[in-house]
């Protein structure tokens, strides 16, 4: 069962930290004695926050306190003690409710005594749940005051922020706070591919900082979002949850035309937020294009991709023994960690590879042309194998400046020569196979890389004792 967060408790640290006079007002109740409405208030420094309702004392109190905190912690406008003038027509926001959670929503409509006249009276049945009855000067007055109780109860009394990016309106009079504006601090967009894009955020009340991609829920999303949450290692950025919004962070430009073909047509569209580690901004692709701009084929060059290429291949061999094939791998989704560390990511075309032996039938040319195998081009059968090629000519690009396509096939083409000279042939050689069942497996190439390791520091050893002597 979901637990309720201590909010009471969460705001007399708030205020305690930030020296703050809090206190909590009751404001009584409303209703019948079977079926009650208590209302209760936050005033902090002799300011009111939105009152907070509930069943209980207890769950107002609860209410009043969230209230508060979200506005302290967004930094929200105060209310005022005058009503907020809201245009929310209460009636059609319940039905609408009721439809987008597939409850029933019925008014329980009667009329009782007052004093010198019949008095009309309504409470709301929304799915199983019963909501207190209030009295109107006419019927539909009765009815209106009862929807909005409803409403009080469900949203907290908050009321509409007209500020970009806070709130996010599904429908005539709808009101939901967006998740994450109310719980990050967006602070830059890292990057935008072809679904979506990734923001460098702050949480707000850890005060760390993640990265938050936003896509669109119906493309790979769930796939990207299932795999990573399968996957803990050092060389795979981490994953900690993901969560779904009706609608997108009104910040983020990226999505105009995105939304556009996609979205307009179709109201139910939903996004997914996925929050994972932040990495550092450059990625693989950048640190080739800087070596490849410094021009040299060093052996500092040589040292770094080596123990790049170790690190990339202990993280493809992690992926695969969970059984999936990631698909895309090229130097953009390639990022590093606050340490220099490799983190493979953008799990967006990752599928399953459940059988070992059999080849699973998937779909064409998923993944980024210039790094797939042959296969992953032409036909609807391949396994990791893929994964395998694409390493091949990572490590190509890691060792030897490869600006252009062309420039790519032509080392392939010369292949004899860069292999002479760098003593790699069983290895990339193999890697690049046509025939995916003539590539080494992750596990092989993680040893033979170790090998290549082993005997390059001894050289390199060797040498500098000659050089000392
Ligand atoms: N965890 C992260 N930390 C820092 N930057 C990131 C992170 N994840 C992604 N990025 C940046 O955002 C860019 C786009 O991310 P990603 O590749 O996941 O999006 P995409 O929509 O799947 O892209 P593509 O069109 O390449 O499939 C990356 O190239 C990288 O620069």
Known sequence: MAQTKNYIAELNEHAQKNHLKLRFEDLGSDGLDHNKIFSQKVIIDGKDYPKGVGKTKKDAKLKAAENALRCLLDGQDLVTSAPVKTDINYICWLNEYGQRNRLTVKPVESTRPGPHNIIPWCSFMVGDEEY???????????????????????????????????????????????????????????????????????????????????VCYKEKALREVSALSDLFHRNIVRYYTFWEEDTRYEGDLSFDSYSSSHTADNSEAKFLYIQMELCAENTLKDWIDEKNDQGLQDSKRREESLRIAQEIVCGVEYIHSKNHIHRDLKPANIMFGM???????????????????????????????????????????????????????????????????????????????????????????????????????????????EEWTQIYNGQKSFHQENQTV
């Open 339 to 449: 340490e220099g560390e490799v983190k493979i990511g953008d799990f967006g075309l990752v599928t399953s590879d459940d059988d070992d032996d059999a080849w699973i039938e998937r779909t064409v040319c998923k993944g980024t042309p210039s790094y797939m195998a042959p296969e992953q081009k032409s036909e609807r059968q391949y396994d990791r194998k893929v994964d395998m090629f694409a390493l091949g000519l990572i490590f190509f690009e890691l060792l030897w400046k490869l600006s252009t396509r062309s420039e790519r096939a032509m080392v392939k083409a010369s292949f004899i020569l860069f292999l002479f000279v760098f003593k790699q042939k069983q290895i990339i050689n193999s890697l690049l196979c046509e025939k995916p069942e003539d590539r080494p497996d992750a596990g092989a190439l993680k040893a033979a890389l």
């Open 132 to 214: 207190p009855a209030v009295s109107g000067k006419t019927a539909r007055e009765a009815k209106e005051e009862a929807a909005k109780l409803v409403y009080d109860m469900i949203c907290g009394s908050q009321t509409k922020r007209s500020s970009a990016g806070l709130v996010s309106s599904s429908g005539a009079g709808s009101v939901t706070v967006c998740r994450f504006t109310s719980e990050f601090e967006p602070l830059e967009r890292l990057g935008k591919g072809a679904f979506g894009s990734v923001h460098k955020v702050r949480h707000k009340k850890l005060n760390k900082e993640y990265a938050v991609k936003i």
